[in-house]
């Protein structure tokens, strides 16, 4: 009976100092705290990209024509969703410095060394080598594109370096049919 009464005791004498360390250093519940935090959403983001299905890219995409004549879709570059508008009058695809960046593109001022035509004149820009350009079920890898300052181009244009990596692209009755 003496034993359990000393253990009873000890138990309690650890409980209170555990909490008297802890009112003095509540940094160190906060930490224990974010760990656990950081862990619980680290799971429920695995187990939510589990649940996702498969995206197969493969595929065929129908783009129409706006009012104007243009097919603007919403595009992924490096898996940051961007507006673009396809140019089969690029070369490659063309963007400005600021949706680069969003792109997780950096361009350092000393790599602006290629003199590009543009409807508004001559401009500098930066080659680039994009990892991954998506729309919809279409998916390219490697697509080269120039990098311009942001006055030049306030939109991003889907030239030929995407299309020709395409299986087929055609126009007919103002939809554009692009098959991988």
Do not use: C, W
Request: glycine letters at 4%; zero cysteines; hydrophobic letters at 45%.
């Amino acid at each position: 009976m003496l034993r359990y009464i000393v253990m009873l005791v000890s138990v309690s004498l650890s409980a209170l100092t555990a909490v008297a360390f802890l009112n003095d250093n509540p940094q160190f519940v906060d930490t224990a705290a974010t760990v656990v935090k950081d862990k619980f959403e680290s799971r429920r983001a695995s187990e939510a990209v589990a649940q996702q299905p498969t995206r197969v890219y493969s595929g065929t995409e129908r783009l129409r024509a706006d009012a104007r004549g243009h097919y603007i879709a919403e595009f992924s570059i490096n898996s940051r969703r961007v507006t673009g508008v396809v140019d089969t009058g690029a070369t490659t695809i063309a963007m400005n410095r600021s949706e680069a960046r969003r792109a997780g593109i950096q361009v350092a001022p000393n790599e602006f060394v290629y003199k590009i035509s543009t409807a508004n004149g001559v401009v500098m820009a930066a080659r680039v080598v994009v990892d991954e350009v998506r729309v919809g079920t279409i998916r390219v890898r490697n697509v080269e594109a120039m990098v311009m300052e942001d006055d030049s181009l306030n939109i991003v244009l889907i030239g030929m370096s995407f299309l020709k990596r395409l299986r087929n692209f055609e126009f007919s009755n103002g939809t554009l049919v692009m098959k991988l």
